[in-house]
């Protein structure tokens, strides 16, 4: 018999009364609505129990020692009462004589009388004389066909025959029934033999593929059953505990259905060392939460820092005003984390603000300079009239320093329309010009009233100036303060409307075209695009932060690699999905943050070797050259703390000689900025020792004997 080719079964139907159901964990349960019973196993369809097949009707074979057998399911088969061989074929040796039997069969039933047809004497006696004869001829061929020859004979004669030939018919059953067991018995041998030889073959066939792989690339041999120690199946089963994100907070019988049908659930022997060793997960796993949230709280330990943060990105005019500037931050943790009360950020605000407006002064006179200069170099130019287009007179400008020291074109322009303002004001300005380019030729021939007039009118013509060069700073303010308002109202309509840091300018655009702060922002498209960029930025910089975070919980040492870590559930999670990272990208950021994470441990050791005063004091100690044991320091018995100890000269050098590198890392080692390098130790030794190297030997503050 061929085995069954692998591949997936039908599931079966439930039982009448079973349901399916999901779990609060997502596990598949079974219930039945009868005997209140639950069960995580599916429990089978029961099948009824089919009839066992047995001989209905035997009938002998005239001249052979065969049996024509009628089972009760309508099956035939030929059985030889002298050898027990059974065969559900007709045998050819006994072919002619089972076609005989047939034709007398048909033969005997023609002739027999219609029912309720009178029956004469001649017929009874003729009929019984017949059932003699066969009856004769059979005891002398056939005496084991006797019995049930007679017996059908006698049930169509009359039935009072019925009780003598029961015994016989039953022992030729169980005859017959032997005789179809025994061969039943010889086929599913045979059938199990050939079974058997066709799993044997597929076996080794299967064998031979399985080494014909390992041959051609190697693979990871593990055994079908692994003896492992009670420690080694708690940490197996510790690690089953954090792949799965157990709350430590939760109960057992909680937290059960989420990794019963896992297989190292079965690592440990009983049900008492899971609970212990999962007792032992949930204050381990409590610990690191802990000293999760400390370390949290120790990086925003300093919250003036983060407000004096926020001020210096945030704050970038002096125009901005508390009330914006609160409307805008009161939601930041960089805000509302430090100060009594808003009097004392606002003062803090204040005081920001003149800060910054002193630092800006010299920038201030500069652009006032280069302004008046400019001026200047308009009112040199006599083509300058009123009705001049800026576009026609700029190219006439490009090579005079003056024209490139305002460094706007647009203001350029508008002091341009200032200028012109000023000359339509007071058209006599040119003729002026010109008058007094003559009467600087001829001073002699002017005349005192010519030259008040001259200087009235210079006066006049500064005034207008300068009146001009305020109202296009007021202009230039109000134009700033609606831009600004432009940029609150527009990144407003940001942070409410555009919320994936996945979406483009072009995906948004179409989301903001219904926005009517959208359409009348009073921003370039420039500017909008800038603002776009800088929101998705601040969108994807909380979701790489999270991302970090659960690197963090996952990384225990600074060589983690990325296979070590829970990379589906790290995939899975929604910052992930959020930034859009498939497990190559997200195995870059790992990398990349495991290389920040590195250089700033690496800071950190650094930190801590100039921190150490032990590490500083003997390493310096050991570069003395000159002082010998006969120009020791003097130190004293109080200095080392022995009071009863004479007081004695001692050689520091010497003394700096015996502690050693070891000595150091004794007292280092409780750090945990020098832990943080275990798995590197020759490396993070090199960098001790070339701490120590760069040190330089002490200034001798003490008294050296003569």
């Known amino acids: 018999m061929s085995q069954i080719p692998h591949g997936q079964m039908a599931v079966p139907p439930l039982p009448p009364g079973w349901t399916?159901?999901?779990?609060?964990?997502?596990?598949?349960?079974?219930?039945?609505?009868?005997?209140?019973e639950s069960t995580y196993v599916r429990p089978?369809?029961?099948?009824?129990?089919?009839?066992?097949?047995?001989?209905?009707?035997?009938?002998?074979?005239?001249?052979?020692?065969?049996?024509?057998?009628?089972?009760?399911?309508?099956?035939?088969?030929?059985?030889?009462?002298v050898t027990k061989q059974s065969s559900w074929t007709m045998p050819p040796e006994i072919a002619e004589a089972v076609q005989a039997f047939d034709t007398q069969t048909r033969e005997q039933q023609a002739a027999k009388p219609v029912p309720g047809a009178p029956v004469t004497i001649e017929s009874k006696a003729t009929r019984r004389a017949e059932k003699e004869a066969a009856k004769r001829k059979r005891e002398e061929a056939q005496p084991i066909d006797e019995i049930a020859t007679s017996k059908k004979a006698k049930m169509e004669e009359d039935d009072e025959?019925?009780?003598?030939?029961?015994?016989?018919?039953?022992?030729?059953?169980?005859?017959?029934?032997?005789?179809?067991?025994?061969?039943?018995?010889?086929?599913?041998?045979?059938?199990?033999?050939?079974?058997?030889?066709?799993?044997?073959?597929?076996?080794?066939?299967?064998?031979?593929?399985?080494?014909?792989?390992?041959?051609?690339?190697?693979?990871?041999?593990?055994?079908?059953?692994?003896?492992?120690?009670?420690?080694?199946?708690?940490?197996?089963?510790?690690?089953?505990?954090?792949?799965?994100?157990?709350?430590?907070?939760?109960?057992?019988?909680?937290?059960?259905?989420?990794?019963?049908?896992?297989?190292?659930?079965?690592?440990?022997?009983?049900?008492?060392?899971?609970?212990?060793?999962?007792?032992?997960?949930?204050?381990?796993?409590?610990?690191?939460?802990?000293?999760?949230?400390?370390?949290?709280?120790?990086?925003?330990?300093?919250?003036?820092?983060?407000?004096d943060r926020l001020l210096k990105e945030e704050v970038k005019s002096t125009r901005t005003s508390w009330t914006e500037f609160r409307r805008t931050w009161k939601k930041d943790r960089r805000f509302y984390g430090w100060g009594r009360d808003d009097r004392e950020r606002e003062k803090a605000f204040r005081e920001f603000l003149k800060e910054l407006g002193e630092t800006v002064p010299e920038k201030r006179a500069?652009?006032?300079?280069?302004?008046?200069?400019?001026?200047?170099?308009l009112k040199e130019r006599q083509e300058i009239q009123p009705g001049?287009?800026?576009?026609?007179?700029k190219r006439t400008l490009y090579d005079d320093p003056r024209y490139d020291a305002v460094g706007s074109s647009s203001l350029r322009e508008e002091l341009f329309n200032t200028y012109i303002r000023t000359i339509k004001a007071n058209p006599s300005e040119a003729s002026s010009k010109r008058e007094g380019d003559r009467q600087a030729q001829s001073p002699e021939k002017e005349s005192?009233?010519?030259?008040?007039?001259?200087?009235?009118?210079?006066?006049?013509?500064?005034?207008?100036?300068?009146?001009?060069?305020?109202?296009?700073?007021?202009?230039?303010?109000?134009?700033?303060?609606?831009?600004?308002?432009?940029?609150?109202?527009?990144?407003?309509?940001?942070?409410?409307?555009?919320?994936?840091?996945?979406?483009?300018?072009?995906?948004?655009?179409?989301?903001?075209?219904?926005?009517p702060r959208f359409t009348s922002s009073p921003l370039s498209h420039n500017?909008?695009?800038?603002?776009?960029?800088?929101?998705?930025?601040?969108?994807?910089?909380?979701?790489?932060?999270?991302?970090?975070?659960?690197?963090?919980?996952?990384?225990?040492?600074?060589?983690?690699?990325?296979?070590?870590?829970?990379?589906?559930?790290?995939?899975?999670?929604?910052?992930?999905?959020?930034?859009?990272?498939?497990?190559?990208?997200?195995?870059?950021?790992?990398?990349?943050?495991?290389?920040?994470?590195?250089?700033?441990?690496?800071?950190?050791?650094?930190?801590?070797?100039?921190?150490?005063?032990?590490?500083?004091?003997?390493?310096?100690?050991?570069?003395?050259?000159?002082?010998?044991?006969?120009?020791?320091?003097?130190?004293?018995s109080e200095d080392i703390g022995e009071d009863d100890e004479p007081v004695s000269k001692l050689n520091m050098k010497t003394l700096a000689e015996t502690v050693d590198i070891g000595e150091m890392v004794k007292v280092l080692k409780r750090d945990k900025r020098y832990t943080d390098f275990d798995y590197t130790p020759e490396e993070r030794e090199q960098w001790l020792r070339d701490y120590l190297s760069n040190l330089s030997a002490p200034k001798l503050s003490v008294h050296v004997g003569s």
Request: one cysteine or more.
């Open 366 to 377: 500069a652009a006032q300079k280069a302004e008046a200069d400019f001026f200047a170099l």
């Open 20 to 36: 399916q159901h999901i779990g609060p964990a997502g596990q598949v349960y079974y219930y039945s609505a009868q005997t209140q």
């Open 161 to 307: 025959d019925e009780d003598d030939d029961s015994d016989d018919e039953d022992s030729e059953e169980e005859e017959w029934q032997r005789e179809a067991a025994e061969q039943l018995a010889r086929e599913a041998e045979e059938e199990e033999k050939r079974r058997k030889e066709e799993e044997e073959r597929l076996k080794k066939a299967k064998e031979e593929e399985e080494r014909r792989a390992r041959e051609s690339k190697p693979q990871l041999n593990m055994p079908d059953k692994v003896e492992l120690s009670i420690e080694e199946g708690k940490a197996l089963f510790k690690t089953l505990l954090r792949e799965k994100d157990i709350n430590p907070l939760l109960p057992w019988d909680t937290c059960l259905p989420q990794f019963i049908s896992d297989p190292r659930y079965v690592l440990l022997p009983s049900v008492t060392a899971r609970k212990e060793a999962f007792d032992e997960y949930c204050r381990e796993r409590a610990r690191e939460l802990r000293e999760s949230a400390v370390k949290k709280e120790k990086a925003e330990a300093n919250p003036k820092e983060e407000f």
């Open 527 to 636: 500017q909008q695009v800038k603002l776009f960029h800088d929101h998705i930025a601040h969108l994807r910089s909380k979701h790489y932060d999270a991302l970090h975070a659960l690197f963090n919980e996952h990384t225990p040492a600074l060589n983690t690699r990325f296979g070590e870590l829970p990379v589906d559930t790290i995939v899975s999670s929604p910052h992930t999905k959020k930034l859009g990272y498939d497990i190559s990208q997200v195995e870059d950021e790992f990398y990349r943050w495991q290389k920040q994470r590195y250089a700033e441990a690496r800071r950190a050791f650094d930190e801590m070797l100039n921190e150490n005063s032990f590490v500083e004091f003997w390493g310096r100690l050991s570069k003395m050259k000159d002082v010998t044991l006969d120009q020791g320091l003097q130190v004293t």
């Open 388 to 393: 001049v287009v800026w576009k026609e007179i």
């Open 448 to 515: 005192k009233e010519s030259r008040r007039e001259r200087a009235l009118r210079e006066r006049e013509q500064k005034v207008k100036m300068e009146q001009g060069r305020v109202s296009m700073n007021i202009e230039k303010s109000r134009m700033g303060l609606h831009q600004e308002g432009g940029e609150r109202a527009f990144k407003t309509m940001l942070v409410d409307a555009i919320r994936d840091p996945q979406a483009t300018w072009d995906m948004a655009v179409q989301q903001l075209r219904i926005d």
């Open 44 to 81: 089978l369809p029961t099948v009824p129990v089919a009839k066992k097949e047995k001989a209905h009707i035997k009938t002998p074979i005239p001249g052979t020692d065969w049996l024509r057998v009628v089972t009760t399911e309508g099956n035939v088969f030929y059985s030889n009462k």
